[in-house]
């Protein structure tokens, strides 16, 4: 048995006797307001002859009942005025109540906290977040009103993550108009008949008002932030626009898409190409290439799948114009004829925000009611010294090459970096990868990055950890790119050069910074749960707002600017972020949804691994692909999903299932009962709730079954023979 485990056994034993023996002995019979008036005068006598002793163990047995969360408290709070009088009194209650309505927050928080967090931690995310963020004036409301009663507020915000200190001091304070109140009660006992009347619905309506003051106060707080940022700017009597979007990448298009759908009048702004990124220069060309580049990997496997040989005669530039085309096909998905038939108002020109109600594009000012922020982000280039002498890739004009470079050097190990190594290795160029860090794709387990490295290693390519790009040179006509790695310099040549180091928020040329829209550390325009910057109806969605650099949620994101945006006034919605799935198109694929192992251990969360070894699954070997992981992290002794990793081959089509289940609170139980089509590559998520069960079997439960079975066969096991041994001759005899 554990240590803490023990001590809690130990803890609720010792809570459970002083309870038994409380209602054993019938004490409640001498904490009524019967026995306070008949011993009013012994008690007022010795509190006269002993009065330090008489305060101790008052607080004493308060605190106490109190941490016990025995019966009591009023007569207790009562007896305080008798014996002290008001002030005495209200000073000593007050420490008292606070003192043991912290102790009982403590032994709750001790003996549950981790049992409860451990079984419906997914169904208490909101609540704890709330608590994180508002939980003072939570608690502080709660301790004003006193219908609740204080025992069910001790016990169950022990449950939650407010930080101890917190809780005592907003509980003294809250405590303190009440415990007031039953104290000035207490100075006039002879008039009470009974605890119930010394608080009148008046006087409760009173203190419900001004629980509810604090949250007031700090809605009106914002509301008057949000007047005086808007107060330089003059209301227009009338608006252009319900909303005007500044970016038509995935952001901007779903955010405008919204607006039309819900028949609000809103304008989109591009400047450059319809898509964004995503379209353009990101997630669409680079699976097209990496695509033809799996072609080529399929070849050089040929024997693998039954051919002698195997030969594809291409040409680079050729392969390049496929990217375009395909970029092509996409496009009209995403095109101007296609938005303004669903009502947008498609505006091409550079956008400058000139007042929370204004932009103005091209000569021309849009009035707005509100506006979205969606211009995205570009690649960082970081200022390594000769950098800006040699031509430098980026991930925005890659695309543009027609000849394949013979020495590629990749800086950066990030899931860009990656993809694009693999795909130039893969295609023929010599690849050197750097990446500062001790490993590439730094977010993912180490047995993950480490088993992408391998695979790189394996095809040719020349992966760098730990190597920091120092400068490039030009010698002799050859570009030269110089690392620092162990105290020395290791030398990269190559012929071209692409930076993947990550990606910048665009907040510059848009009037942010003049209309004095915050930006955060990181860069991105500062954003609330809403969407909002410190300007009301400025919204912000994608790459520019973060945390997050994904098209997937940069659409999510725009469900939440948009509505909020258009309906704010009346319903407003916190961005969720519970369920953010993502995956790396290396070969094989990488894709991950919530906690890994290094997260799950930096946040100091306990949980179970599962791993599924793809090398058994029956249609990956059937595919030449019998490679890869399923790993699931659960909840210990639950089969609530924490986060799951796959490594192999369509990983980001396998994992769906997982996302579901952990956006729909679904157990690997269910997933184990559900029927997955055979041969699939999708039976690995079956495969891997099966190995969970498996490990979660009741052993001594199904010992007992195995007698049962046993029994119905008839067979004996002869006294003092191990179950082994008899398993073992029965099986023998049943052979013969």
Same mark, same amino acid.
């Given at each position: 048995?554990?240590?803490?485990?023990?001590?809690?056994?130990?803890?609720?034993?010792?809570?459970?006797?002083?309870?038994?023996?409380?209602?054993?002995?019938?004490?409640?019979?001498?904490?009524?307001?019967?026995?306070?008036?008949?011993?009013?005068?012994?008690?007022?006598?010795?509190?006269?002859?002993?009065?330090? /002793? !008489?305060?101790?163990?008052?607080?004493?047995? +308060?605190?106490?009942?109190?941490?016990?969360? &025995? *019966? #009591?408290?009023? @007569?207790?709070?009562?007896?305080?005025?008798?014996?002290?009088?008001?002030?005495?009194?209200?000073?000593?209650?007050?420490?008292?109540?606070?003192?043991?309505?912290?102790?009982?927050?403590?032994?709750?928080?001790?003996?549950?906290?981790?049992?409860?967090?451990?079984?419906?931690?997914?169904?208490?995310?909101?609540?704890?977040?709330?608590?994180?963020?508002?939980?003072?004036?939570?608690?502080?409301?709660?301790?004003?009103?006193?219908?609740?009663?204080?025992?069910?507020?001790?016990?169950?915000?022990? /449950? !939650?993550?407010?930080?101890?200190?917190?809780? +005592?001091?907003?509980?003294?304070?809250?405590? &303190? *108009? #009440?415990?007031? @109140?039953?104290?000035?009660?207490?100075?006039?006992?002879?008039?009470?008949?009974?605890?119930?009347?010394?608080?009148?619905?008046?006087?409760?309506?009173?203190?419900?008002?001004?629980?509810?003051?604090?949250?007031?106060?700090?809605?009106?707080?914002?509301?008057?932030?949000?007047?005086?940022?808007?107060?330089?700017?003059?209301?227009?009597?009338?608006?252009?626009?319900?909303?005007?979007?500044?970016?038509?990448?995935?952001?901007?298009?779903?955010?405008?898409?919204?607006?039309?759908?819900?028949?609000?009048?809103?304008?989109?702004?591009?400047?450059?190409?319809?898509?964004?990124?995503?379209?353009?220069?990101?997630?669409?060309?680079?699976?097209?290439?990496?695509?033809?580049?799996?072609?080529?990997?399929?070849?050089?496997?040929?024997?693998?799948?039954?051919?002698?040989?195997?030969?594809?005669?291409?040409?680079?530039?050729?392969?390049?114009?496929?990217?375009?085309?395909?970029?092509?096909?996409?496009?009209?998905?995403?095109?101007?004829?296609?938005?303004?038939?669903?009502?947008?108002?498609?505006?091409?020109?550079?956008?400058?925000?000139?007042?929370?109600?204004?932009?103005?594009?091209?000569?021309?000012?849009?009035?707005?009611?509100?506006?979205?922020?969606?211009?995205?982000?570009?690649?960082?280039?970081?200022?390594?010294?000769?950098?800006?002498?040699?031509?430098?890739?980026?991930?925005?004009?890659?695309?543009?090459?027609?000849?394949?470079?013979?020495?590629?050097?990749?800086?950066?190990?990030?899931?860009?970096?990656?993809?694009?190594?693999?795909?130039?290795?893969?295609?023929?160029?010599?690849?050197?990868?750097?990446?500062?860090?001790?490993?590439?794709?730094?977010?993912?387990?180490?047995?993950?990055?480490?088993?992408?490295?391998?695979?790189?290693?394996?095809?040719?390519?020349?992966?760098?950890?730990?190597?920091?790009?120092?400068?490039?040179?030009?010698?002799?006509?050859?570009?030269?790119?110089?690392?620092?790695?162990?105290?020395?310099?290791?030398?990269?040549?190559?012929?071209?050069?692409?930076?993947?180091?990550?990606?910048?928020?665009?907040?510059?040329?848009?009037?942010?910074?003049?209309?004095?829209?915050?930006?955060?550390?990181?860069?991105?325009?500062?954003?609330?749960?809403?969407?909002?910057?410190?300007?009301?109806?400025?919204?912000?969605?994608?790459?520019?707002?973060?945390?997050?650099?994904?098209?997937?949620?940069?659409?999510?994101?725009?469900?939440?600017?948009?509505?909020?945006?258009?309906?704010?006034?009346?319903?407003?919605?916190?961005?969720?972020?519970?369920?953010?799935?993502?995956?790396?198109?290396?070969?094989?694929?990488?894709?991950?949804?919530?906690?890994?192992?290094?997260?799950?251990?930096?946040?100091?969360?306990?949980?179970?691994?599962?791993?599924?070894?793809?090398?058994?699954?029956?249609?990956?070997?059937?595919?030449?692909?019998?490679?890869?992981?399923?790993?699931?992290?659960?909840?210990?002794?639950?089969?609530?999903?924490?986060?799951?990793?796959?490594?192999?081959?369509?990983?980001?089509?396998?994992?769906?299932?997982?996302?579901?289940?952990?956006?729909?609170?679904?157990?690997?139980?269910?997933?184990?009962?559900?029927?997955?089509?055979?041969?699939?590559?999708?039976?690995?998520?079956?495969?891997?709730?099966?190995?969970?069960?498996?490990?979660?079997?009741?052993?001594?439960?199904?010992?007992?079954?195995?007698?049962?079975?046993?029994?119905?066969?008839?067979?004996?096991?002869?006294?003092?023979?191990?179950?082994?041994?008899?398993?073992?001759?029965?099986?023998?005899?049943?052979?013969?």
């Amino acid at each position: 048995m554990k240590k803490t485990t023990l001590i809690r056994l130990i803890v609720l034993s010792i809570v459970a006797v002083i309870a038994i023996l409380f209602f054993a002995f019938d004490l409640g019979q001498y904490l009524t307001l019967e026995q306070l008036k008949a011993r009013q005068d012994a008690l007022n006598d010795y509190y006269a002859e002993h009065r330090a /002793l !008489t305060i101790g163990l008052y607080m004493g047995v +308060y605190i106490l009942m109190a941490a016990l969360s &025995l *019966p #009591g408290a009023v @007569v207790m709070t009562l007896a305080g005025a008798v014996i002290f009088g008001l002030w005495v009194g209200l000073i000593v209650v007050s420490f008292a109540s606070a003192i043991g309505a912290t102790l009982a927050f403590l032994v709750s928080r001790f003996l549950l906290r981790d049992v409860v967090q451990n079984r419906f931690g997914e169904k208490l995310k909101a609540i704890n977040e709330g608590m994180r963020r508002d939980g003072p004036f939570y608690l502080f409301t709660l301790r004003l009103v006193p219908i609740f009663p204080f025992f069910i507020i001790n016990l169950v915000m022990g /449950l !939650t993550p407010i930080r101890t200190g917190v809780y +005592y001091l907003v509980s003294q304070i809250g405590m &303190l *108009p #009440g415990t007031f @109140v039953y104290v000035n009660a207490g100075t006039q006992l002879a008039r009470i008949d009974s605890p119930g009347g010394i608080l009148s619905p008046g006087l409760i309506f009173s203190f419900a008002l001004l629980g509810v003051f604090p949250l007031i106060a700090r809605r009106a707080v914002a509301a008057v932030r949000a007047r005086k940022a808007l107060a330089p700017y003059p209301r227009p009597r009338s608006f252009d626009y319900n909303l005007v979007v500044i970016g038509a990448g995935s952001a901007g298009l779903v955010t405008a898409y919204i607006a039309a759908a819900v028949r609000a009048r809103v304008a989109l702004v591009e400047k450059e190409s319809m898509g964004g990124d995503c379209l353009n220069t990101g997630c669409v060309p680079s699976k097209a290439l990496i695509r033809s580049a799996r072609i080529l990997s399929y070849v050089r496997r040929a024997r693998e799948f039954g051919f002698r040989t195997g030969h594809i005669d291409f040409d680079f530039a050729e392969v390049m114009e496929r990217v375009q085309r395909v970029i092509g096909k996409v496009a009209p998905h995403d095109s101007e004829e296609r938005y303004r038939k669903l009502g947008v108002d498609v505006i091409r020109g550079a956008a400058v925000i000139t007042s929370p109600y204004t932009v103005a594009v091209g000569g021309r000012t849009l009035v707005t009611r509100s506006i979205v922020i969606a211009t995205g982000a570009r690649p960082f280039v970081p200022p390594i010294p000769g950098l800006d002498q040699v031509s430098c890739l980026t991930s925005d004009n890659i695309w543009e090459l027609r000849r394949l470079p013979g020495r590629l050097a990749v800086l950066g190990g990030g899931p860009i970096g990656c993809e694009l190594t693999q795909a130039f290795a893969r295609l023929g160029s010599s690849v050197t990868q750097v990446e500062m860090a001790p490993r590439i794709l730094g977010r993912e387990d180490v047995e993950i990055a480490d088993g992408i490295r391998e695979r790189f290693e394996a095809e040719g390519i020349r992966v760098l950890t730990g190597h920091r790009a120092k400068a490039v040179r030009v010698e002799n006509g050859e570009k030269i790119l110089v690392c620092e790695h162990g105290g020395g310099e290791v030398q990269v040549p190559f012929d071209e050069i692409l930076v993947a180091v990550g990606r910048a928020p665009s907040t510059r040329g848009f009037g942010l910074e003049e209309l004095g829209v915050e930006i955060g550390p990181r860069g991105t325009v500062g954003t609330n749960g809403l969407l909002q910057t410190n300007f009301p109806n400025i919204f912000a969605a994608g790459d520019v707002a973060g945390p997050y650099q994904f098209t997937h949620t940069a659409a999510h994101q725009a469900w939440y600017a948009a509505v909020n945006a258009l309906f704010g006034p009346f319903k407003t919605f916190a961005a969720d972020y519970r369920v953010i799935p993502w995956a790396t198109y290396t070969d094989p694929e990488v894709a991950r949804v919530g906690l890994n192992e290094l997260e799950a251990r930096e946040q100091g969360s306990p949980y179970e691994v599962t791993r599924y070894g793809i090398d058994d699954l029956d249609r990956a070997i059937a595919d030449s692909e019998d490679h890869g992981v399923v790993k699931v992290l659960t909840r210990p002794g639950t089969d609530r999903i924490l986060g799951v990793t796959i490594v192999g081959a369509h990983a980001s089509d396998i994992i769906a299932e997982y996302i579901s289940a952990m956006k729909h609170n679904i157990g690997l139980n269910k997933i184990l009962g559900t029927i997955h089509i055979y041969p699939t590559l999708a039976e690995a998520n079956k495969a891997a709730a099966g190995i969970w069960k498996k490990n979660h079997a009741p052993e001594r439960l199904l010992r007992w079954v195995e007698r049962f079975h046993t029994w119905r066969r008839g067979e004996r096991r002869p006294k003092g023979m191990p179950e082994d041994e008899a398993a073992s001759r029965a099986s023998i005899s049943r052979r013969e």
